[in-house]
């Protein structure tokens, strides 16, 4: 009896065990099954994002319905169309770090097909059956910006600036954009480490790279020179500011020291201008063609690093609730993804030696959250606690009221028909009386 319970139990395992699906992988977040047969090269689908090959179409099959597909390009997004049974959908590329929710039409189906415009550099490709949790699902950056944080380097926002992306991306009420002045081209590497440390401390909104090139230099002149030899001038840098300016509208600006914190020429260069751009930017007759695009602009409030006059120093040491890191404990996150920044100077000069560097304030040289408020136009800070003193963030603007509805005017009464009805009463009565004292008279 007790052989034949062992056996019972035995076949009723076996039964449920096949009556599991079967996945091949999975995060450790939700069930979300990555679909293993891709038909790309195996360096799109290596999970390193430093290989890519050269791909005009990529199929993807799934026993289950697909959902989303996330798509690494290396260097250039390139638009694709999503090809299923008797239906296709055109999408753009937009982002190097693209995830793609199907749209309805496709999400019934266990084939796709992805038909790119031209040759696309692939680094990676995966599918899912279900919503990824840990893809960088990035947003547009076609509206207003409450901050905007010019960045020289990819890297630089993580290190000078450390601390106060957290502190304001994942308040849950500021929208934040990071505008890079240089364009690492020469390593592409960099633009995806970019992507990585902005993801990981809280920036949804895809940044803006320039098309100026990263070259080192420790002056002004030097910069300017370093510019020349690319190809572009001084007006060409100063322009593109301008242009994101007008673009996001920015209730608030933050820039680099005008020293270049450690004397960096490009540094110097970003910081030297904007104090330029911010006052064109609300100048008819400066960069005619963003202008047409997007009109004026006086941003209110521009802070630089470690300016001396107005200066406020932000708290980057208190936990974020519901995180438990504080914000300066999140960029030191954010600058791990710069793999390739590592074995620099900066790791030890945001960690430390043996990593003893746990607090914003440990650090007096290039200090992170020093600000000084170079230009205003809502007055100077009292409070000195918080870059947005004196403006009201966008989200935090209650919606106009709605205007009451149009009252239509009452046409006046029609009191025409009683008014002859009364005169005709009044000559009923008054005309015999008036006859009788006619007739007196004539009889006299």
């Not at 960069?287 to 941003?299: A, I, K, M, P, R």
């Not at 008014?419 to 009923?428: G, N, P």
Request: glycine share 4%.
């Amino acid at each position: 009896m007790k052989n034949i319970k062992t056996v019972l139990c035995f076949i009723f395992i076996a039964l449920l065990c096949l009556n599991k699906p079967m996945v091949l992988a999975e995060t450790n977040t939700e069930q979300q099954v990555i679909t293993a047969n891709i038909t790309a090269p195996k360096l799109c689908t290596d999970n390193k994002i430093s290989t890519h090959s050269s791909v005009s179409e990529i199929k993807i099959t799934s026993d289950l319905p697909l959902s989303h597909i996330y798509i690494v390009f290396w260097d250039t997004p390139v638009d694709f169309t999503l090809q299923g049974s008797n239906t296709e959908v055109t999408q753009k590329g937009e982002f190097l770090h693209r995830l793609i929710e199907l749209p309805p039409e496709l999400k019934t189906q266990k084939e796709i097909t992805v038909k790119f415009e031209k040759t696309a550099n692939i680094s990676e490709i995966s599918a899912y059956n279900n919503m990824p949790g840990n893809k960088q699902n990035w947003q547009p950056n076609n509206t207003e910006a409450d901050l905007l944080l010019f960045s020289t380097h990819a890297d630089d926002e993580q290190l000078f600036f450390a601390g106060t992306l957290p502190k304001y991306a994942l308040d849950g009420e500021t929208e934040v954009q990071v505008v890079y002045f240089t364009d690492h081209n020469n390593n592409i590497l960099r633009r995806h480490e970019l992507l990585d440390g902005l993801w990981a401390v809280g920036v949804r909104r895809y940044p803006v790279i320039s098309f100026l090139p990263d070259a080192y230099s420790e002056s002004y002149e030097g910069a300017i020179a370093n510019l020349k030899k690319a190809g572009f001038s001084e007006d060409d840098a100063l322009n593109f500011q301008i242009e994101q300016i007008r673009k996001f509208k920015p209730l608030v600006i933050l820039g680099h020291d005008l020293k270049g914190e450690y004397g960096h020429g490009q540094h110097i260069l970003n910081a030297t201008l904007l104090t330029q751009a911010v006052i064109k930017a609300n100048d008819s007759t400066a960069h005619q063609s963003s202008f047409e695009l997007y009109g004026l602009w006086d941003t209110p409030k521009l802070y630089l690093h470690l300016y001396k006059e107005n200066q406020l120093v932000l708290d980057l040491d208190t936990e974020i609730a519901g995180l438990g890191k504080t914000p300066f404990q999140i960029s030191k996150e954010g600058f791990a993804c710069h793999g390739t920044q590592q074995a620099t100077w900066f790791k030890t000069w945001l960690n430390g030696k043996n990593n003893e560097i746990t607090k914003a304030t440990q650090i007096t040289k290039y200090a992170p959250g020093v600000f000084g408020l170079y230009r205003t136009t809502v007055g100077p800070d009292i409070l000195k606690t918080d870059l947005f003193e004196n403006v009201t963030k966008r989200s935090l603007i209650p919606p106009p009221e709605p205007e009451p509805p149009e009252q239509t005017p009452t046409p006046p009464k029609n009191n025409n028909f009683w008014q002859i009805s009364l005169v005709f009463v009044l000559m009923a009565v008054v005309s015999p009386v008036a006859l009788f004292v006619f007739k007196k008279i004539k009889a006299k």
